[in-house]
C-alpha cells in the first residue's frame, strides 16, 4: 500500500505566504505519475488547484497562477506547493493526490489552511 501525508496548514494573514509539502510511503515499491494538490473549502466541492507531472509540467487553476507554485522530488516522492499572496478565499482543507502507477489514485488526510487577519 502506499500512503500520502500532508504537512505544512496554519493560520496566516491575508498577503502572507505559507508552503505545504506531502510524502509519499509504502510498502512495495511504487512509482507515481501525474501528482496534484486540490483544496476544500467549506459547503464547496473539492477543486484542482494544481498539478505537476513527473517531468515537471506543472499547470494551475486560473484562481492561483501567479502566486502559487507546485514542486516535486521525483525520486523522493514528495510534492510541495509554495502560496504566495494569500486571499481568505485561499482558506480551505488542502488535499495531495497522487496517480500511483497500477494502484490508482491515492490522496492524503488533508491540511487545514486559513487565511484570515
Known amino acids: 500500500q502506499v500512503q500520502l501525508m500532508e504537512s505544512g496548514g496554519g493560520l496566516v494573514q491575508p498577503g502572507g505566504s505559507l508552503g505545504l509539502s506531502c510524502a509519499a510511503s509504502?510498502?512495495?515499491?511504487?512509482?507515481?505519475?501525474?501528482m496534484c494538490w486540490y483544496r476544500q473549502a467549506p459547503g464547496k466541492q473539492r477543486e484542482l488547484v494544481a498539478t505537476i507531472t513527473r517531468g515537471g509540467t506543472a499547470e494551475y487553476a486560473d484562481s492561483v497562477k501567479g502566486r502559487f507554485t507546485i514542486s516535486r522530488d521525483t525520486p523522493k516522492n514528495t510534492v510541495n506547493l509554495e502560496m504566495n499572496n494569500l486571499k481568505p478565499e485561499d482558506t480551505a482543507v488542502y488535499y495531495c493526490?497522487?496517480?500511483?502507477?497500477?494502484?490508482?489514485?491515492?490522496w492524503g488526510q488533508g491540511t487545514q489552511v486559513t487565511v484570515s487577519s
Open positions: 493526490n497522487g496517480d500511483v502507477y497500477r494502484l490508482g489514485d491515492h
Open positions: 509504502g510498502s512495495v515499491f511504487f512509482v507515481i505519475n501525474t
